[in-house]
């Protein structure tokens, strides 16, 4: 999900009116008057990226990818593949040869650049029209091995190369919409643990192997290798129910991850969940 900036992300890109009118009403969204999610989307701003910046994704990118080639998902990789990531520029967000473009008529998702953090009505809003908030900013070089927050390399190069898959893009907006339709606190609890657990540091299972796709994991060199090395890793069985009472923490490296066996069945979960949450007649789950 889109955090908040830090000293180690380059500001230029948000600093201005349309940025901070965005932010205002990204975080009053959901109140009276503010039911508009497109109002705490801005323009991309490409200019205001410089040398460095371009050139820390390059470094990124070309890190990455010459490990994932044999320790990503298929999907990811055939997904990175669909919308034209490529490493000589940071990916524009519109254009004709933004990901939106090759993006949309795969699954209808699209990227929407937004100002920074997004509060998780908000956030979930997105998710439930496909579209995906998506930090503009890139980290500093200084801050290429680590940064606790994300930034477009996370979000474009570590998230939406998924989204061109209709499983995933189908399960990710079911989240979205039964996330934005609870104000329980126990589920919302229970789907930030879904989401931290599988979204972001998932580990699937593709020709006999553990693979990544979680974002955390695809965008981060030192996690990528600890999720599938480690000894201290705990990996487990996904199991929806499991996941959802595994608590977590995000200032080091993950300690426990869920493996899939395929993304049917992250989605086939999920559409159980959703029902089970939009349905007032059922029950609620305990958290």
């Keep these: 999900m889109a955090q908040g900036m830090s000293g180690n992300l380059n500001h230029?890109?948000?600093?201005?009116?349309?940025?901070?009118?965005?932010?205002?009403?990204?975080?009053?969204?959901?109140?009276?008057?503010?039911?508009?999610?497109?109002?705490?989307?801005?323009?991309?701003?490409?200019?205001?990226?410089?040398?460095?910046?371009?050139?820390?994704?390059?470094?990124l990118y070309d890190r990455q990818m010459l490990y994932l080639a044999n320790n990503a998902s298929e999907v990811y990789l055939r997904g990175a593949r669909s919308i034209n990531l490529v490493r000589d520029h940071i990916p524009y967000l519109e254009g004709p040869q933004s990901v939106n473009t090759f993006l949309m008529p795969l699954t209808g998702w699209q990227s929407k650049a937004v100002p920074g953090y997004l509060p998780a009505k908000a956030f979930f809003a997105c998710l439930a029209r496909r579209e995906f908030p998506t930090t503009i900013v890139i980290r500093s070089r200084e801050s290429i091995d680590y940064l606790p927050e994300p930034d477009i390399f996370h979000d474009i190069f570590g998230h939406v190369p998924l989204h061109a898959d209709p499983i995933f893009?189908?399960?990710?907006?079911?989240?979205?919409?039964?996330?934005?339709?609870?104000?329980?606190?126990?589920?919302?609890?229970?789907?930030?643990?879904?989401?931290?657990?599988?979204?972001?540091?998932?580990?699937?299972?593709?020709?006999?192997?553990?693979?990544?796709?979680?974002s955390g994991l695809i965008s981060s060199p030192?996690?990528?290798?600890?999720?599938?090395?480690?000894?201290?890793?705990?990996?487990?069985?996904?199991?929806?129910?499991?996941?959802?009472?595994?608590?977590?923490?995000?200032?080091?490296?993950?300690?426990?991850?869920?493996?899939?066996?395929?993304?049917?069945?992250?989605?086939?979960a999920m559409n159980t969940y959703a029902q089970r949450l939009l349905d007032p007649a059922r029950r609620p789950v305990n958290a």
């Excluded at 201005?16 to 508009?36: I, L, M, R, T, V």
């Excluded at 339709?181 to 299972?205: A, C, K, M, N, Q």
């Excluded at 499991?242 to 977590?248: A, D, E, Q, R, W």
């Design 222 to 268: 030192g996690e990528s290798a600890h999720a599938l090395d480690s000894k201290d890793v705990d990996r487990r069985p996904f199991d929806l129910e499991t996941v959802c009472n595994t608590s977590f923490e995000i200032d080091h490296y993950q300690p426990i991850l869920y493996v899939l066996e395929s993304f049917d069945q992250l989605r086939d």
């Design 12 to 59: 230029a890109m948000i600093d201005g009116p349309q940025g901070k009118a965005a932010q205002e009403y990204a975080n009053q969204f959901g109140a009276p008057g503010f039911h508009d999610i497109t109002k705490a989307y801005i323009g991309q701003n490409y200019g205001g990226y410089t040398a460095e910046n371009q050139e820390t994704w390059r470094v």
């Design 169 to 214: 893009a189908d399960f990710l907006q079911t989240y979205g919409k039964a996330a934005v339709s609870t104000d329980d606190p126990s589920h919302t609890e229970r789907l930030s643990r879904l989401f931290w657990f599988t979204v972001e540091f998932g580990l699937i299972r593709e020709g006999g192997r553990n693979r990544l796709y979680g």
